[in-house]
Structure formats: C-alpha cells, structure tokens
C-alpha cells in the first residue's frame, strides 16, 4: 500500500519536474543570450566611452600644456625655443598612451613635433582636418599609417589618431594633433566593461535563480488546478450517469411496466368483447401500446446502455439493432464470443455502432445491415454496412451523424472511414488499438 501510495505521488511529480527542467533549461539559454548582448554591447559603451576619455586628454595636452607654450620663435622653427617645447611636451604629454605630438599651420605645414624630422615638412590636409582647423569640434579615428606624414609612426603598428583646432600666437588658428596607441584604448575600454560585467551578469542569474522557485510554485499550482478541474469532471460524468440511471430506472420500472399491463388488457378486453368492430380497436390499441414500450424500451438503451465490461459487446450490439426488426430491416450481428476489447474500445465501438445505426433509420432506406467487430495484428475493426440508398461526398459534408461519428472517434484515438456511393448503400469501418 505504502509502495502504491509513493508510486501515486511520485508519478505526477516527474512531468512536474520536467516542466520545470524545461523551463529552467530555456531561462540558461534566455541567461546566455543576455549576458552576451550585455557584454557586446558594454564593449561598444567601453570602446566608445575610451575614445572619449582620448579626446579628453588631447584637449587638455592641446590647449592647457602645448597652446601655452607656443611662441612665435617656435612657429619660425628656432631650435632653443622647440627644445624648451619639448620638455614641456615630454613632461606633460608624452607619458604613457601617447607616443607623438604634431602641431599644423592652416597651409598643411607642421611648425612643431616631438620628431624633429617632420618639423617644417609640408603636407595636404584632409577634409576633416580641413574642417576641425576651421573651428570644428574634436575628432578621433585610426590614424593611417601608410600616409607619408605618418612614416615615423608606423612602428607603432596602431595608433589612435585625435586632432583638434587651438591658437598660436597673435591667435593664429593651428591644428592640434597626439597619436595614442589603440592598444591602451582598448584596455581602457575592456577594464571598463570587465568592471559592469559581473554585476550585470550576476543580477541576471539571481533573477532566473529567484524565478526557479517561483515556477515550481507555478507549475505546481496549475497542476493542483487541473486536478481539480479533472476530479469535478468525473464527478460530473459520474452525476450523469447516476441520474441517466435514475431515469432509466424510473421509466422501466414505472411507464413500461403500466404500459405492459395496459396493452395486455387491452388484448384481454378484445377477447372478450362480442363486437368485431371493437375487438379490432383493442387490437389495434394493444399493437400501439407495444410499439410504444419497444420505443420505450430503445430509449432506455439511449439513456443507459447496458454495461459492456460485464455483459459484453456482442450482447450489448444485439440489444441495440433489436428495434431496427420492427421497422422491417434484416440485421445481422458477428461478433465473436471470445473477442476481448480494452473497455474504451469497447465504448467506442458501441458508442460508433448506435450512431451509424441511427442514421441507418433515419437516412439509409435500407432493407439490410450487417455489423461485425473483430481484432486482427493489434488492430479492432467495427464494421456497420447496409444496403441502403447511399450518398455521395458532398452529402458527407453536411451530414451531422457523421460529423458525430468522426467526432467521436478521433476523442477516443480511433479512425473513421466511411465508403458510401448513392444506390449502392453505406460501409462505416471504425478501426482502433486493441
């Protein structure tokens, strides 16, 4: 009992824990793919935030060490006055990312440098320098290497290039230039975002660590619902079909009963009378009181079929077609007395068995209707055929019965097929596992 009880509890937990897992599963995956959009996109806020530090510092070494510091003598390239500029320049600017200082005349000529042999060479500006020593604002970009005036800076394999617009002396518009290695530009971004990743990515995982907990509780309730759900559902079947019961039980017991009684009174009273005329109207009231109890009784069925587990589906099918002799059809049932059906096969098949056969009444015209089961290779077969007046696909269509039977059917895992062809009657094959 013990070992029932763990077995109970522990089979609906497992598709619980599957769902978890499976949530669980796709939060790593949500995790993952979060923390690399965060990381891509805090390398693009370090590199960026880096070459804005880099014109930071080109603006102060520009304007507050190198801008102060220039003289006339230095424009006209006098050696005492460019060595006194190199200590400054050396001293405040030449200290770690940066490895060279240009200083350009609007004409493309360089008036300073701490390379002396770039000192009064003459090059063409380019656009944006053109523009950023007009007035523009500070710019930054990969410098060229392969440009001539850059040849002493190809050693440096990368570099960083940030220009901007400063005054000389008498104001004299001059273009700032410091050559930074990328190399620290992208340490400095990478220490940038290596110090917000942790915290990012460790927020992410406590928030799928803190909802874990809260799917389980989740799951857990919603499975608590659908049990509830399922158990007032059973309960509600099982209140139908107690008060099907009840109403079969009434009526047999009480309607059939006092008809029976009534029709053999009847069939008494016509015995007894002297009038022919009168004996004929008991009769025929005695036949229409039977005919009503055989009704009766085929509702009786409707309402509460018998029980197949117990008495089986081939009595089950012979007390279902007994009505169609009334009506003047020839049925004939072959079911095998050793067939032995999984119960939902069995409903199922009954259940097929009374539609196909109510639309045999009421739409086949037939003089004839064979129903058969059996199982062959794992497979139970039902087969209602008659040789009625038949239909064509487009009939199929609209036909509720057979909408009911394929319905039906497909909730119980089983398949219709249906061959029919007017003037040649209907064969219903309902087929399922057996």
């Known amino acids: 009992m013990a070992a029932e009880t763990a077995q109970e509890t522990s089979t609906p937990n497992r598709p619980l824990r599957r769902v978890v897992l499976q949530y669980a599963l796709s939060g790593v995956a949500a995790l993952i793919l979060l923390g690399a959009a965060g990381v891509y996109l805090l390398r693009h806020v370090g590199h960026d935030e880096a070459i804005r530090n880099a014109r930071q510092v080109a603006e102060l070494a520009g304007r507050g060490v190198v801008e102060p510091n220039l003289t006339p003598a230095v424009l006209r390239g006098d050696p005492a006055a460019v060595a006194a500029l190199d200590r400054v320049v050396r001293k405040g600017v030449l200290q770690g990312r940066i490895v060279r200082v240009k200083v350009w005349d609007a004409g493309g000529k360089i008036v300073y440098s701490d390379e002396h042999r770039l000192i009064g060479s003459r090059y063409a500006l380019g656009g944006d320098e053109q523009a950023t020593l007009d007035g523009g604002k500070t710019q930054a970009e990969v410098s060229d290497l392969t440009r001539p005036e850059n040849r002493f800076e190809r050693p440096f394999d990368k570099l960083l290039e940030v220009y901007l617009p400063i005054k000389g002396p008498g104001r004299t518009p001059l273009l700032f230039e410091t050559y930074e290695r990328y190399s620290s530009v992208a340490a400095s971004g990478r220490k940038l975002w290596l110090a917000f990743a942790p915290a990012i990515l460790g ?230 596992a057996a």
């Open 203 to 432: 927020t992410l995982a406590l928030l799928w660590l803190i909802q874990l907990p809260l799917a389980w509780r989740g799951a857990r309730q919603l499975r608590e619902h659908q049990a509830q759900r399922e158990r007032l559902l059973q309960r509600a079947i099982e209140s139908s079909e107690h008060e099907r019961r009840r109403i079969a039980r009434d009526l047999h017991d009480g309607a059939v009963q006092d008809l029976a009684g009534v029709s053999y009174n009847l069939t008494a009273a016509a015995r007894e009378v002297e009038s022919p005329a009168t004996a004929s109207l008991l009769d025929e009231a005695a036949d229409g009181t039977r005919r009503t109890i055989r009704e009766l009784r085929s509702l009786l069925v409707d309402i509460y079929p018998p029980d197949l587990h117990r008495t089986g589906l081939g009595p089950a099918l012979n007390d279902l077609v007994a009505p169609l002799g009334a009506r003047g059809i020839d049925v004939d049932v072959d079911v095998p007395e050793t067939l032995q059906l999984p119960p939902g096969v069995e409903t199922l098949f009954y259940r097929c068995a009374q539609e196909a056969l109510r639309n045999v009444v009421k739409h086949a015209h037939a003089q004839h209707v064979h129903v058969a089961a059996a199982v062959t290779d794992d497979r139970a077969q039902l087969l209602v055929q008659d040789d009625g007046c038949g239909f064509d696909g487009a009939a199929e269509e609209g036909h509720l019965g057979l909408r009911l039977l394929a319905d039906l059917a497909a909730e119980s895992g089983g398949e219709l097929k249906i061959d029919s062809t007017p003037g040649h009657g209907t064969r219903v094959t309902i087929v399922a």
